[in-house]
């Protein structure tokens, strides 16, 4: 029977342990894709992606393995991402499959992320088969990262495969375990369809791609589907799977991972997590979906060229629908204009919606400093939720506020453990337990301000400790804070852009390196410029930006008219990323400069 012949997984691992040149490995072992066609890192479709060697939407490819057995068996792979802001991407693709390959890395060991994705693992009850990668290295110690993975964990390793995904060693008995150790999906073929959407993309010519895993039933092109959270219903024009490219088939049935489409037109109307099935058979009740993931940072997206503030918008929507992560809503800045409030789950996040906001959608941008959101009471009783500093209340109005905390797992060498604990004190961090892994790694554990964490701690920690630390974090909820909000005053004008929030008792030297940095990043102009920076009515620090003296060109005496031009191309470069604000032209790194001090 088909059914008992498919294996769903997914590759987990902390980031650059290897998931993705084992998937590669992967495809080119069962053949799915010839050497010719081989691209390192196939799955990491995105440009982006491949640039940053970072996987970030999940992918999901099936492959036909003839195992030792005799028998034929399709696997469906799904990646998954690694970093912690896409945890959420990370459930999504869990809940598709019935086992998990855990990757670790033999030099490195278990990281933060590694135990992160190990729970996620856990809690959809997934097989989970250790694999001991990079044995290659000379650095490599799989005899101790065997012991970490039955230690920490608590699973048995006896049978992990030491594997070398680059050098191709140990994938075969990899896909003999996944035939052995996975169990075959259950589910009925009889019983009415249901089928999980665990991603959607728009393509322009087909509609909305559904990518799904079948739990019951079957679903071919001519049946109408039901979209069980909206009810809304369409007739399917083409079902299939990915292998890697798609391919059409005549339907997709029990266990199967593949799309579905349908002329959706509409993206709103495709919710991840929702539960496709048939019109004229419906099951009785949804599959359990996703949890929400809430997004903890937000920042101000503005459009350079206000012209551009629908396509923005069109942008936005057009991203969210695979991302339902991403929230946004309109919102106007005295400084900047017409743009959006943006929510995303972390600064990775944010960077790559940034990112491909300005790639793939030709959008120039400023964007603001990213905020957490606080929990302000006021003299008055009430209680309000800020996301955006500039909609602070006046100070005399706040009785107190309330930030969001993180439980902060931190993982270390432990010649560096002074070193994450300086730091994290230094973050207003709160010491929690600290445990040895093994002999030489230690996992520390602080309570800290998750705007801390947002701002520079994770390249604190990095730095601090030559790149070994590993972090991993979950709120833990709000605790009250003596915190206040610092505005930017330019020529005397307040810059709403640029008010962010501050812990009193840093507020001066927060203020004081603030200025000092605006100073250096905002050109000269015809006249002076006073750069203040103030709580309330209180100006904390202040200091000018000096009139611009001589032309610019006027440096470039005599007649060598190529450096002229490279002069003016500087500086017509330079002013795509320019706001004037009041009569002060102001750079984006300006609105990011609270992040990057001392
Ligand atoms: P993300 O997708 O960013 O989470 O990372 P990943 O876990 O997919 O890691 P990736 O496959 O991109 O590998 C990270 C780095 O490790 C790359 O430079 C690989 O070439 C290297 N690498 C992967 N497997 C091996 C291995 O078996 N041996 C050695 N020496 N290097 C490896």
Do not use: W
């Not at 809940?95 to 278990?110: R, S």
């Not at 979209?227 to 799977?241: A, D, F, R």
């Not at 009430?382 to 931190?410: C, G, L, R, T, Y």
């Not at 002060?584 to 992040?595: I, R």
């Amino acid at each position: 029977k088909r059914q008992e012949s498919i294996r769903n997984f997914s590759i987990i691992a902390h980031i650059d342990h290897g998931k993705s040149t084992l998937a590669d490995r992967i495809l080119q072992h069962t053949d799915t894709v010839s050497d010719r066609e081989m691209q390192d890192q196939l799955l990491d479709s995105m440009d982006l992606e491949r640039e940053r060697g970072i996987t970030i939407k999940l992918n999901a490819v099936e492959l036909t393995y003839n195992a030792k057995d005799g028998n034929e068996y399709i696997f469906h792979l799904i990646d998954t991402p690694g970093h912690v802001d896409f945890t959420y991407e990370v459930s999504r693709s869990l809940a598709a499959c019935e086992g998990a390959v855990l990757v670790v890395d033999a030099a490195q060991g278990i990281e933060a992320q590694t135990l992160a994705n190990v729970y996620l693992a856990v809690d959809n009850d997934l097989e989970i088969l250790p694999v001991i990668n990079k044995i290659d290295l000379p650095a490599a110690d799989p005899e101790r990262v065997r012991g970490e993975i039955e230690e920490v964990i608590g699973i048995d390793a006896t049978d992990a495969v030491l594997a070398s995904a680059k050098a191709g060693i140990g994938i075969e008995e990899i896909l003999e375990q996944i035939v052995e150790n996975v169990p075959a999906p259950d589910g009925d073929l009889e019983a009415p369809l249901k089928a999980l959407i665990f991603d959607s993309v728009y393509d322009s010519y087909r509609g909305v791609v559904l990518n799904v895993r079948v739990m019951d039933g079957v679903v071919k092109p001519g049946d109408v589907i039901q979209l069980m959270q909206n009810g809304k219903e369409y007739e399917v024009t083409e079902v299939g799977i990915f292998s890697p490219k798609t391919i059409a088939r005549d339907f997709l049935m029990v266990g199967d991972v593949g799309y579905i489409t349908a002329s959706i037109k509409n993206i709103q109307d495709t919710q991840v997590g929702d539960t496709v099935t048939l019109a004229n058979n419906p099951a009785s009740e949804p599959l359990k979906g996703y949890r929400k993931m809430n997004p903890m940072v937000y920042c101000g997206l503005y459009p350079i060229d206000t012209s551009k503030y629908t396509d923005l918008r069109e942008a936005l929507e057009r991203l969210q629908l695979n991302d339902s992560a991403l929230e946004f809503e309109a919102e106007t800045s005295q400084a900047l204009g017409f743009g959006f409030r943006c929510g995303f789950l972390g600064l990775l996040h944010m960077d790559v919606i940034q990112e491909r906001l300005e790639r793939e959608f030709n959008l120039d941008l400023i964007t603001t400093a990213p905020s957490v959101i606080y929990h302000v009471n006021k003299t008055n009783g009430e209680k309000i939720i800020v996301d955006n500093p500039a909609d602070f209340p006046e100070p005399s109005m706040i009785d107190n506020v309330e930030e969001p905390f993180v439980k902060a797992q931190i993982m270390v060498p432990n010649e560096y453990v002074g070193a994450v604990m300086e730091i994290s004190q230094r973050k207003r961090g709160e010491f929690v337990t600290m445990d040895y892994l093994d002999e030489y790694r230690v996992n520390v554990v602080y309570n800290i301000p998750l705007s801390e964490i947002v701002f520079d701690f994770f390249d604190k920690l990095k730095s601090g400790t030559k790149g070994y630390a590993s972090l991993d974090y979950e709120l833990i909820g709000y605790r009250t804070s003596n915190l206040v909000k610092m505005d930017i005053l330019l020529n005397a004008e307040n810059v709403d852009a640029l008010s962010f929030i501050v812990h009193k008792d840093f507020s001066y030297e927060r203020g004081k390196a603030i200025v000092d940095k605006l100073k250096k990043l905002i050109p000269r102009q015809q006249f002076e410029v006073p750069i203040q920076a103030a709580i309330g009515t209180k100006i904390v620090a202040r200091t000018d930006i000096k009139a611009l003296r001589k032309n610019v060109l006027a440096k470039c005496y005599g007649g060598d008219i190529s450096r002229k031009r490279k002069l003016l191309e500087k500086q017509k470069d330079g002013k795509k990323r320019m706001k004037q604000i009041g009569s002060v032209e102001v750079p984006q790194e300006a609105f990011m400069a609270v992040l990057k001090m001392d």
